[in-house]
Nanobody, 124 residues
């Protein structure tokens, strides 16, 4: 049974930082591309960041480039999202995703697995 369990969300003031974690089980983690998405109230789920199986290739949405960093620890089956300089518009439920293809994450199509999400709220 595949599980992706996010943690690290919470309430933070604008300009602050949070680090999200996603612990994976039931998949061959070191062969999976991993990604982060978010969904704000009344909006569609959007791509935030992705990382290939080795950690050598990363991609970001323009809205978070330079502020967020995705990384992974294959020994711990965990992917991270370091979020700095947070803005109120970053408020959303953040989801972890896993797929055999980094391309699927980038295109946001046919993604194999999703986590349950963690709430991030940024106050002004």
């Amino acid at each position: 049974q595949v599980q992706l369990v996010e943690s690290g969300g919470g309430l933070v003031q604008a300009g602050g930082s949070l680090r999200l974690s996603c612990a994976a089980s039931g998949i061959t983690f070191n062969r999976a591309a991993m990604g982060w998405f978010r969904q704000a109230p009344g909006k569609e789920r959007e791509f935030i960041a992705a990382i290939d199986w080795s950690g050598g290739i990363t991609d970001y949405a323009d809205s978070v480039k330079g502020r967020f960093t995705i990384s992974r620890d294959n020994a711990k089956n965990t992917v991270y999202l370091q979020m700095n300089s947070l803005k109120p518009e970053d408020t959303a439920v953040y989801y972890c995703a896993a797929d055999r293809s980094r391309g699927n994450l980038l295109k946001h199509v046919n993604i194999d697995y999703w986590g349950q999400g963690t709430q991030v709220t940024v106050s002004s």
